[in-house]
């Protein structure tokens, strides 16, 4: 991988910047740059024992270093045509970016610049995102199941979907995370990248579990005579689910 390729993609990037809504003064700033790979299937493993054999071990020091909060690396389980992704998460948009030119350092300072082996074998094409995150068990394990939710909301109100999510869906998935039937749960904004506006997350320790709890969840969200449920659903009508083997994934301290 070329530090040049990956330093490529900055002006891309802000060339679709969307609007950022401000996060709650109260919680630290976290922004995840996500990299989702379409991936051949017949030959996809490739991609995975690259990146265990060579990623992991770089994107864990810069973890250790501070360099970022995490980082992880997921296969696709069930959804659309996302086959992979690796993120990273760090305290600022400014350094997300910049943690493209710093991990393109790392990987080349680790294992060169040639591009004859490593995801990109498998894995040729992919789309980037940059999100903000605005509520949930942030900063904390995950479990070993993923769902993702991605919604397409309509920009002139999703920041009160952040409001009802935050004072409505808030205490059913904390529930559910202080009853042990979700490992995590998370809520984040759209900063840039592609269509999808917000992405929603729950983890758990299989896919029987976390389906169960999800149920329960989204009973709750929008049962009948639930208001704020049935306003979020007119906010953001529109989504993608996945779910996700979250094969690596590595929390730093802070």
């Given at each position: 991988?070329?530090?040049?390729?990956?330093?490529?993609?900055i002006?891309?990037?802000?060339?679709?910047?969307?609007v950022?809504?401000?996060?709650?003064?109260?919680?630290?700033?976290?922004?995840?740059?996500?990299?989702?790979?379409?991936?051949?299937?017949?030959?996809?493993g490739i991609?995975?024992e690259?990146?265990?054999e060579?990623?992991?071990?770089?994107?864990?020091?810069?973890?250790d270093d501070?360099?970022?909060?995490?980082?992880?690396?997921?296969?696709?389980?069930?959804?659309?045509?996302?086959?992979?992704?690796r993120?990273?998460?760090?305290?600022?948009?400014?350094?997300?970016?910049?943690?493209?030119?710093?991990?393109?350092e790392a990987?080349?300072?680790?294992?060169g610049?040639?591009?004859?082996?490593?995801?990109?074998?498998?894995c040729k094409r992919?789309?980037?995102?940059?999100?903000?995150?605005?509520?949930?068990?942030?900063?904390?394990?995950?479990?070993?199941?993923?769902l993702?939710?991605?919604?397409?909301c309509?920009?002139?109100?999703e920041?009160r979907?952040?409001?009802?999510?935050?004072?409505?869906?808030?205490?059913i998935?904390?529930?559910?995370?202080?009853?042990g039937?979700?490992?995590?749960?998370?809520?984040?904004?759209?900063?840039?990248?592609?269509?999808?506006r917000?992405?929603?997350?729950?983890?758990?320790?299989?896919?029987?579990?976390?389906?169960?709890?999800?149920?329960?969840?989204?009973?709750?969200?929008?049962?009948?005579?639930?208001?704020?449920?049935q306003?979020?659903?007119?906010?953001?009508?529109?989504?993608?689910d996945?779910?996700?083997?979250?094969?690596?994934?590595?929390?730093?301290?802070?």
């Open positions: 991988m070329k530090r040049k390729n990956l330093a490529a993609l002006p891309g990037l802000l060339l679709i910047m969307g950022a809504v401000a996060q709650d003064d109260e919680a630290p700033e976290r922004y995840t740059y996500a990299t989702y790979h379409y991936c051949d299937t017949s030959n996809e991609a995975d690259f990146v265990k060579k990623e992991t071990p770089v994107m864990d020091k810069l973890v501070g360099v970022f909060l995490s980082w992880g690396w997921l296969r696709h389980h069930t959804g659309g045509q996302w086959r992979r992704i993120y990273f998460q760090t305290s600022s948009l400014n350094d997300a970016l910049a943690g493209l030119d710093k991990m393109g990987f080349e300072a680790a294992y610049d040639d591009d004859s082996e490593g995801i990109g074998v498998s992919h789309d980037d995102y940059v999100w903000q995150a605005k509520a949930g068990t942030i900063g904390t394990e995950r479990g070993t199941a993923g993702s939710v991605y919604f397409n309509k920009i002139t109100d920041s979907a952040d409001e009802i999510v935050a004072q409505h869906f808030a205490p998935y904390d529930k559910l995370v202080e009853e039937k979700i490992t995590s749960w998370g809520w984040q904004s759209h900063v840039l990248g592609g269509w999808f917000r992405l929603f997350t729950m983890t758990g320790k299989d896919y029987g579990t976390l389906m169960d709890a999800r149920g329960e969840a989204l009973a709750a969200q929008y049962g009948e005579g639930n208001e704020a449920g306003e979020f659903a007119k906010i953001c009508s529109g989504h993608h996945y779910l996700w083997d979250i094969v690596h994934e590595k929390q730093g301290g802070g």
